[in-house]
């Protein structure tokens, strides 16, 4: 099975709500560009975390949600590390 690449994984269908069609974040989003200090930064961090030269603070979750919400696939499992407004798990 191929992995998908992260671009595959960020830009699927309600993976990541900033790239729906009516979320408020999206045009802020597609007007950031290369010459933008803080996406500069932000790739840095990725690359870094891509390679694993960052520490996994989550202890390895493959799934994240807000606390604002509870997706179905979060029914019944128990986080494995909770930060701010964001609950992460591990995949079973």
Request: a positive charge; one cysteine or more; hydrophobic letters at 35%.
């Amino acid at each position: 099975m191929k992995v998908p690449s992260v671009a595959q994984t960020c830009l699927k269908r309600y993976q990541f709500s900033c790239w729906n069609k009516n979320d408020p974040n999206l045009d802020k989003i597609l007007k950031v560009t290369a010459e933008n200090k803080r996406f500069r930064e932000c790739l840095l961090i990725a690359e870094r975390a891509l390679t694993g030269a960052l520490h996994d603070f989550t202890g390895g979750a493959t799934h994240y949600h807000t606390k604002d919400i509870m997706p179905y696939w979060a029914k019944g499992k128990t986080p494995c590390y909770e930060l701010g407004n964001h609950v992460f798990y591990k995949e079973n």
